[in-house]
């Protein structure tokens, strides 16, 4: 049973670029909800997908935005990128209910 | 706005010793997660804790809820060194989904 899977591992971008990183949830698991994790410091939720639908949002601008697909998959764009940009990005999945969230292995960013 | 705050953020100690991290956050939330991350790898969920008084152990860790204080606490009981790693609470935002704010994290090393 594969657990969540993040595409690519790793990426190095400069400022001003645009990128999407990909996230597959856990079978069984229909909401997809992104993180950004500076090195040092806790994950910061980004936004929650359900239903292919943003259905939360954490304090990030709008140069965050994200898609979820019919198949629950999950891509996470940013646009016109900044140094502050550069963190660990972890997606993570859920079903309904209050068990854990299970969070892919993530995609380390890097903006040079 | 929901703050989570724990300490210590740091903490070196001896194998075969009891120590207890804490978790303090800011508004009325009714679950709360406590997550493991090694060097270099994602999150491993270890407790949920969902009601007031609600405790949780597995092996010589123990996770506690008190809802009231707005406090959760992670005892470690006879630590060893395989315990080494990075502890973070997360709680519950409300709001219609299940975005999770999390503490700075607790780095944990224990030293044989």
């Known amino acids: 049973d594969a657990g969540v899977t993040q595409s690519p591992t790793h990426l190095i971008k400069t400022r001003g670029q645009q990128v999407t990183l990909r996230c597959s949830p856990k079978s069984g698991h229909d909401t997809v909800s992104w993180y950004q994790q500076a090195l040092g410091q806790g994950p910061q939720f980004i936004f929650q997908?359900?239903?292919?639908?943003?259905?939360q949002r954490g304090n990030f601008p709008d140069r965050f935005s994200g898609h979820q697909f019919p198949n629950y998959s999950s891509e996470l764009n940013v646009n016109a990128l900044l140094l502050g940009d550069s963190a660990l990005y972890l997606c993570a999945s859920s079903s309904t209910g209050n068990q854990p969230q299970h969070f892919g292995d993530g995609t380390r960013l890097s903006i040079l | 706005e929901l703050k989570v705050e724990q300490n210590p953020l740091f903490l070196s100690m001896q194998e075969g010793k009891n120590y207890t991290i804490y978790c303090n956050y800011s508004t009325t939330s009714d679950r709360l997660y406590w997550y493991r991350q090694d060097p270099g790898k994602s999150l491993e969920s270890l407790f949920v804790?969902?009601?007031?008084?609600a405790v949780k152990q597995e092996g010589r860790l123990m996770a506690s809820l008190d809802t009231k204080a707005r406090l959760s606490t992670l005892h470690i009981t006879a630590a060893v060194h395989d315990l080494s790693a990075t502890y973070f609470c997360?709680?519950?935002?409300?709001?219609?989904?299940?975005?999770?704010?999390f503490g700075k994290g607790t780095h944990l090393i224990i030293q044989p």
């Open positions: 997908y359900y239903e292919e639908e943003e259905r």
């Open positions: 804790l969902l009601s007031n008084g």
């Open positions: 997360a709680v519950f935002s409300g709001g219609g989904a299940d975005g999770l704010t």
